[in-house]
């Protein structure tokens, strides 16, 4: 079960590396055709905001990769812990407050990875 843990943090993190990209590099380019939600020209103005937003997925990314390299168990239980559950009550308060899809993509798989961690 820890490999299936792994795995699923893993691909947490991967979207979460995707999310840092997204929001950072590519928030006039390929942003507008993912958040369909937004009208175009919000997108120029809102670039500073957006790349903020994308440093905090990098740091979710980059403490779940963490989590996977860790070689003492406990400890690795404890920061995956820690960074699964930041990013589940971001996507339940992205559920709520900006669209019902935030909290399939965002928070169910780290829900999933939770639960394999304590498994």
Do not use: D, R
């Not at 979460?16 to 993912?34: D, G, N, Q, R, S």
């Not at 990314?61 to 820690?82: K, P």
């Not at 996507?91 to 709520?96: C, E, S």
């Amino acid at each position: 079960m820890e490999i299936i843990a792994k795995i699923l943090i893993g691909i947490v993190a991967i979207e979460h590396v995707y999310l840092l990209w997204l929001e950072m590099f590519a928030w006039t380019t390929k942003a507008p055709e993912i958040f369909k939600g937004l009208k175009k020209e919000l997108f120029e103005p809102t670039k500073a905001l957006a790349a903020n937003q994308g440093l905090y997925n990098g740091f979710l990314a980059a403490g779940l990769i963490w989590s996977i390299l860790i070689e003492n168990h406990a400890w690795s239980l404890y920061v995956s812990v820690f960074f699964l559950s930041c990013v589940i009550i971001a996507g339940i308060y992205g559920g709520l407050t900006s669209g019902k899809s935030i909290f399939y993509i965002q928070a169910v798989p780290a829900i999933l990875a939770l639960i394999a961690v304590h498994l």
